[in-house]
């Protein structure tokens, strides 16, 4: 009892108490590890099952009516060995009913896709055995991939014999009797099927090489007494990994062992279960090589990230069936989620088009549902209205799929390749094309050559046929002629599997290429949930996943259709949130893309939204080797199993058809090591260390020492000033145009680029300066965080306070506070920013660069940091302040010491004064690139009215309304309260603001209303615009219009406080022009009839010039036709000059009145003189006959009266608030429009009125003036002028 109290002894006890417990934990955990390398070695098995489909003699004879019915006649109305029989599994190792999830009937039909045929000997000659690939997907939603070898063997069961001799008999009867229904279906030619622009032929000789072998059927019979009965059987495997070339080695190996007269039955059952269990998959970068019957093969996986996934079907076939350009119409078909429907009669075609696709379209997955082989009886699913990619078994198909606009049809046996409509085309498309023929060139020996001249060839004969010539012509010559020498000197070896493989390789990263360029920066766009933190992004009502606003603002205006189309598509969904999931999830695996990508971004800059130019592939050679080494590195060798010395077997068997296997010795791993096959050991490195999960590390290229990194970070800023100088310069010599030529700048070649493009540059330039030497960097958008720090560290100075996206500043036109009109669309509050003068230069902030910070926030569609970014240097560009904000920010060095190196760019004085200089001379030309590139968001506009004085006009007691218009939009009725002359509001962005509309109802004691002027500004981009009146809105008053149309005018620049100030001084004031012209009176001066003609030839002349662009004004159609010395203008002194005194009437006549005088005498003419062709006083009217009436033809005279006579009249009825010079206005406007306005002209120097109410020195009666004014209106017939939407709504709603 000492000795068991011993505290001493107790502590040992607990020891081994604890040692026990522990060793039981490792035994525990070590059976777990083995269980789980267990079924890894399992799920990384080459080979998982072996299957024999064919005719179960159990089931007899069952008719397939779904293989039948696409035919349009039942199984009954065929030929028997035409028609398909349902085909059952018969073997399967291991047993697939258990635990496999297959469905046994699908998989029956993915192995004979077109069900069991039935031949004799006479067609067997013509057949030989053929193996295709198919996708399987399991009931639990997993997908495999499978092959299947399908060859013929003879039918030994006489019953099946002999029904089917009695099926023939019973046809041949009915058939001699006319009781047979012949198919009334046929393949829509094309005659019949529609033929638009969406049909394209695929190659033809592609027929000859890639031709499969088929049963033809046709006229088969089968007589048992003196024929050979033969049915179609299959052997399949289905495996881990699509090892297409290999899996097709071992099936066909499979076939001509068991052709074979000796064939030992063990030897195949050996070589299966080696299938089955012992060759595994390789690790990535290595090779597996095994014996395969006699032979040698090999499979191999590449090495990811460094590698593309896993692709075995060669993709010179798939560019040899469709061709280049029809590859890449198919590729965008699929990118932008289209309904694809492939046929062919050919299994191996289906999947080498289909699987080629998905393939080239790495790194985006086609996410929607994928059947390359559809089953008959699953074609309902045809009609589903979701995006497919569907493979039909089947050369004939229903002309309806042509009428449906979203399908693209390719018919690989008739050639045929149909697209949907208003397909865009792919980026760069054109450039792409070249550069895969040229890697066809150089990679695919002489059969590439050879593919790519008979493409030529054919196009070239079909543009011959069509008697086309042009440039197209003798470039298709020239690339006969090319690859001609190319196959002449190129070896006439056939080219081998690595060769294909090689090529392979070469394509998919031209691909991968392309998409890197166009997605270059696409992580900077993407919107992470913890992104809209510390109040630096506005908070979204609806969530996004990719800011696709800011990310299109920056693309080349032709790659827009595009790239519009495929941002809302669910693939590029899902490889965000696949992105955005990989970088929240912990640890972060990189993929072959991102590879690709860093490579770019190495070579290009980190923050380029895209390339500007098309860039070919240049890192091919580095992947070739790649693909060289794993294919010689061979990482184990599985050699033959060993014999089994069992007792001889009892089974017979007969060459050319697959015995009955033991399946007993399927059923599990065989224990003891005498049956398995032997393992040589190669480079086996590998399978110690998953590569995939190693992170990358980036190992710096630099010398440590301090002057190599100084030196390194000088050539990083050199670098970036060097680039500030060339973008600059580059846009402003694109902005100048030809001027720059005749300055002798026109050498560079800078003409034909976007706006867009070149500011999208230097929003990257300005991005990566401020992303130079930072401290750290926690965001993804360097600018927008040193903005957003930059507003904290001066809150003492700030006067905007609020949460960014909340409120929008607006800075007043005058002292009071705008009326903002209510929008419930808009919940976002206006605060107002008083008008100062000019910063002073010693200013460290800037109230301003606030407020367009916070403005660009109000923008909803924005979603990313990024975005909001490129959003504030373009808006700050556009109000020419860039320079002078970017120079206030970096004045306040305490910040700048606190978020950079001393050798950050930011930090350099020379080089930031040089840039700062740079971009200062981009304020000498005008930008819209805030304005154009944010169309459909909304803006926040003022609006201040200037009434007159006189009279006591200052108010109405009306109620008023405005209607404005831009180029990008126009704004609904906005109604004002009464005495309300100052306001603001939100409406979508307008672009420039033509022109506006004013008017009230009329309504009061006191409703007339004489305006002077109207400014509306833009308070996001500062524009201002003036619209001059000087017209009273009335209906006694006047010309008795309630509605005005006034143009505008742009004020040049950004107007500041002193120029604002005067801008409201001179509004105050009458305008020197009104709007509309008024028409002169005959009491006042007037002018000479030559200052008349040259106003209106100038006015023509500018009209002409805008139509050709090859005015250098900035005007609008609007200012052109309506606007100070306008078309209106002009044509007003053109009809008041001669006209007679108002006195000899009793009262004032307008122009408009002899309109309407003209449009009475021609209604009364065609009263009494039933449409004679003039109207003049000196002819007397004749009536005529009924007779007579009905059989005159009405001269083209009359036709042009009536037209212009009754558009008058219904101006006069319908515009109830318009005056008679806005009348006359719209007159003019319609009558250019329609191209007219010469001719009605013409007609009215003839018109009766023209001599009552001119006199004889007028531009209606003298000839010589007349003919002036015809002869020069006549320019105006050869343009299209269109017609301002403000004025026809002024038509239209009424």
Known sequence: MAVANDPKYESKIKKLTRNYVDLNDRAEQAIKSLETMGDSADSNRYVHHFMVCGLDLNFGLEPDETNSSFEGRLSQDHNPLERSYKPRILQHYPDITQWSHFNPDALSRLCLPQGLKFCTQSEKENFSPTCHPFILTKEDGTKSCGFSLVYVEEVKDMNICHALHTLQKMYSTE?????????????????????????????????????????????????YRKDTLYVTKSISIICSQPFVNTSTQVLNSIYKFISRNDYDIHVLEGFIYNLLYDIPVPSPGRSVRFWCLGGEASISLPKEPDELPVFDYPLLDFFDILGVENALKLLTCVLLEHQILVFSSDCQKLMLVCESVLALIYPFNFSHVYVPILPPMLENFLDAPVPYIMGLVRSNHDINIYNRASVCIVDIDNNELELPEELPEFPYEHELCEEIQAMIVKYGGTEGASMLKSQATEQLELMNDNHVIDSTVERLNQMIQQFENIGTHASKSKHSHKDKMILNAVLREAFVNRFGHMFHSYEHFVIVNDEQDLNMTPQSDTPQNFDKISFLSDQIQSHLPFLSRFLETQSFSTFIDDHIQSIS???????????????????????????????????????????????????????????????????????????????????????????TAVFIKGDRR????????????????????????????????????????????????????????????????????????????????????????????????????????????????????????TQAFCVPLIASKPYLLPDQARPVQVAILP???????????????????????????????????????????????????????????????????????????????????????????????????????????????????????????????????????????????????????????????????????????????????????????????????????????????????????????????????????????????????????????????????????????????????????????????????????????????????????GRNLSVWDFFLKVVYDFNQSQLVGGGSATNSPTHSPKRLNPADKATSTVPRTTQLR?????????????????????????????????????????????????????????????????????????????????????????????
């Open 175 to 223: 058939a001699e009797c006319g009781t047979i229904k012949k198919s009334d279906r046929i393949r829509p030619s094309s005659a019949t099927r529609p033929n638009n622009v969406r049909s394209r032929s695929l190659p033809r000789h592609y027929t000859t090489r890639l031709s499969g072998s088929s049963l033809d059927l046709s006229g088969a019979k089968y007589d």
């Open 585 to 675: 999830g912990g640890m972060y695996l990189e993929t072959p893309f991102d590879i690709r990508l860093s490579t770019l971004k190495s070579k290009f800059g980190e923050n380029l939204v895209r390339t500007p130019t098309y860039e070919c592939c240049d890192n091919y050679e580095s992947k070739i080797e790649l693909l060289k080494y794993r294919f010689h590195k061979v990482e184990l060798t599985v050699s033959p199993q060993k014999s089994h010395r069992r007792s001889p077997s009892q089974r017979q068997n007969i060459p050319g058809i697959f015995p009955v296997l033991d399946a007993a010795m399927f059923e599990k791993r065989q224990p003891d090591n005498s049956t």
């Open 686 to 805: 590998s399978k110690l260390l998953d590569v995939n999960l190693v992170p990358t590390q980036k190992i710096s290229m630099l010398s440590p020492s301090q002057a190599s990194i100084a030196e390194t970070n000088w050539k990083f800023v050199n670098q970036l000033l060097k680039e500030t100088k060339q973008k600059t310069k580059r846009i402003l010599l694109e902005k100048l145009g030809m001027e720059a030529v005749e300055w002798g700048h026109g050498q560079i070649g800078f003409s034909g680029t976007e706006e867009n493009m070149l500011v999208g540059s230097l929003c990257d330039l300005v991005e990566r300066i401020w992303a130079h030497g930072l401290q750290t960097r926690h965001k993804k958008s360097a600018f927008w965080s040193f903005l957003y720090k930059y507003s904290r560290h001066n809150e003492k100075t700030m006067k905007l306070k609020g949460n960014l996206g």
């Open 835 to 1145: 008008m100062r003068k000019e910063v002073s230069p010693s200013d460290v902030f800037d109230t301003n660069i606030m407020a367009i910070m916070h403005n660009v926030t109000t923008i909803h569609e924005i979603k990313t940091e990024i975005g909001y970014s490129r959003a504030w240097i373009r808006l700050a560009l556009e109000q020419k302040v860039l320079a002078g904000h970017l120079a206030t920010m970096i004045k306040d060095l305490p910040l700048l010491r606190s978020l950079y190196k001393r050798y950050a760019y930011l930090r350099c004085e020379d080089e930031k004064e040089q840039t700062l200089y740079y971009l200062q001379t981009l304020n000498a030309v005008d930008f819209s690139c805030f304005t154009n590139a944010y169309t459909h968001s909304y803006i926040l506009y003022q609006v201040l009215i200037f009434p007159s004085q006189r009279s006591g006009s200052s108010l109405s007691s009306a109620n008023i309304w405005m209607h404005l218009v831009g180029s990008h939009s126009e704004t609904d009725y906005l109604q004002i309260p009464r005495g309300v002359i100052h306001f603001s509001f939100w409406a979508k962005n307008l672009g420039v603001i033509t022109s506006l509309r004013i008017g009230h109802d009329n309504s009061g004691l006191t409703p007339n209303w004489m305006v002077e002027h109207v400014l509306v500004k833009n308070e996001f981009t500062g524009h201002c615009y003036k619209f001059d009146c000087g017209r009273w809105l009335g209906k006694n008053i006047d010309d008795g219009s309630i509605e005005r149309y006034l143009v505008g005018t742009i004020i040049p620049g950004i107007p500041g406080f002193e120029e604002t100030q005067e801008l409201v001084k001179e509004c105050a004031s009458a305008p020197a022009y009104s709007c509309p012209a008024q028409s002169i009176r005959s009491t006042g001066p007037m002018p000479e009839d030559v200052e008349i003609q040259t106003l209106l030839s100038e006015a023509i002349n500018r009209i002409i010039k805008h139509h050709h662009k090859s005015l250098k004004e900035r005007v609008s159609w609007a200012q052109l036709m309506c606007g100070e010395l306008g078309l209106v203008h002009s044509l007003i002194q053109v009809f008041s000059y001669g006209f007679k005194s108002a006195r000899l009437f």
């Open 1202 to 1294: 009536r037209m212009y006579t009754r558009l008058i009249t219904r101006i006069e009825t319908t515009c109830h608030r318009l005056g008679k010079d806005d009348k006359f206005q719209l007159f003019v406007c319609l009558a250019v429009h329609d191209r007219l306005l010469q001719r009605i002209v013409t007609d009215l120097t003839r018109a009766v009125a023209a001599i009552q109410l001119y006199d004889e020195q007028s531009f209606l009666r003298d000839g010589e003036l007349a003919g002036y004014v015809t002869h020069i209106l006549e320019a105006l017939t050869t343009i299209e002028v269109p017609v301002d939407p403000a004025m026809k709504k002024s038509l239209e709603q009424q």
